[in-house]
Structure formats: C-alpha cells, structure tokens
C-alpha cells in the first residue's frame, strides 16, 4: 500500500498570506496524485489532479507541483473561503490512498 | 447539473448489515466508474470501493473485502454498497464519488449518508 503522508498537520496563516502543503508518498506515484479541499459539515472537492491540472471552476490562486514521491500544493494569496482541511490522493496503485490532511486554519 | 445523492444509512448493531445506494444525474451513468469512499467521525477520507463503467470490474480495500459488495444498476441510474457483517470500525460518514474520466480521481461526490454500528 502506498503510504501518503501529509505536512504540517495544521498550518496557520493569515488572508492574503501564501500556503504552501506537502504530500510525501511513501513510493513513486509518478504524477498520479490528486488534491482535494473539504470544509466542515461538506464532501471533499477535487482541486487538482494529475498532479498540476487544475479542475474546472478551480481559482487560479491553488496550483499543484511535484512528482515521485514529493508534492506540493499552493494557495498564492489566501482568501477567507480557503481555510479548511486539504487531502492528498494517489491513484497509481490500488488500493487508491489518502493522506491524513492538513488543516489550514485562520493565524 | 452533475449530482449524486446517497441513501440508506442507519444504526445496526455489530455483524448486522445495511445497503446503501446512490442515485446518479446529469451524467450518462453507464459510461462513468463510481467510488465509495467513507470518512469516520473527525477522521480522514478512506476509499472503500469502486466499480469500473461498462465493464463493472470492482476493487476493494482490504479492510471491506469479503464484508462489502459493490454494484450498479445503469438502468437507473443507481450504485449499490451491500455491506454485511458490520464493525464498530465501519461507523462513518460514506460519500458515492464519481470517478473522473477513468483516472480514478472523484470529481463529483454526494453529501453523504450516516452508518453507524453499535451495540
């Protein structure tokens, strides 16, 4: 099982400040990783895939980087609708895997 | 508008079991994989399964498989979770996601329906 593991566990940070998350995979997962956003009481939604692709609808503020086992997403400029929690996926391999989340939360 | 819409949570007592079901639209049903995935309480998100399109081929996590079956009915448009044999540990919230263009990513998820197991 590809272990995904997330940093840090929470980060906090003004409006207008940059975020940046790290997912470390415990293999190569090449560029087969995913983020998603979740905000309390509400389902996850998919952010960025494939590593660096933007889904539609998507700010360009959130970008994603990284690929083998080291990945990066950045928020350039928070806005208060960001804090929330943010997860990594791997599709590479099944099973498909989650990290444990980063919670961005408001300094 | 793209939209998924689970049922069939409840609370069971441990080893009893529950069908869960997800209700699919605005998308051709038939053509997309469907996940489930479950988040427990205050915890992370964990894949549970998913069922490939047209060919129905599904894949499960360990901690499911042999307890839970996954299935569809394109007919109506509908995905099934028949989980048996229920944990304290399966206690969760489970999300239907749709799976984005068979990469095995979910760009669609429903609100999600309650399972709770306790004695």
């Known amino acids: 099982e590809i272990v995904l593991t997330q940093s840090p566990a929470t980060l906090s940070l003004s409006p207008g400040e940059r975020a940046t998350l790290s997912c470390r995979a415990s293999q190569s997962v090449s560029t087969s990783l995913a983020w998603y956003q979740q905000k309390p009481g509400q389902s996850p939604r998919l952010l960025i895939y494939d590593a660096s692709s933007r889904t539609t609808g998507i700010p360009a503020r959130f970008s994603g980087s990284g690929s083998g086992t080291d990945f990066t997403l950045t928020i350039s400029s928070l806005e208060p609708e960001d804090f929330a929690i943010y997860y990594c996926q791997q599709r590479l391999d099944w099973p498909i895997t989650f990290g444990q989340g980063t919670r961005l939360e408001i300094e | 508008e793209k939209q998924l819409l689970e049922s069939g949570g409840g609370l069971v007592q441990p080893g009893e079991s529950l069908r869960l079901s997800c209700v699919a639209s605005g998308f051709t049903f038939s053509d997309c994989g469907v996940a489930w995935v479950r988040q427990a309480p205050g915890k992370g998100l964990e894949w549970v399964s998913t069922?490939?399109?047209?060919?129905?081929?599904?894949s499960y996590a360990d901690s499911v498989k042999g307890r839970f079956t996954i299935s569809r009915d394109n007919s109506k448009n509908t995905l099934f979770l028949q989980m048996n044999s229920l944990r304290a540990e399966d206690t969760a919230i489970y999300y239907c996601?749709?799976?984005?263009?068979?990469?095995?990513?979910?760009?669609?998820w429903g609100r999600g329906t309650l399972v709770g197991v306790s004695s």
């Open positions: 996601a749709k799976v984005l263009n068979w990469r095995n990513y979910y760009d669609y």
């Open positions: 069922i490939g399109g047209s060919d129905s081929a599904t």
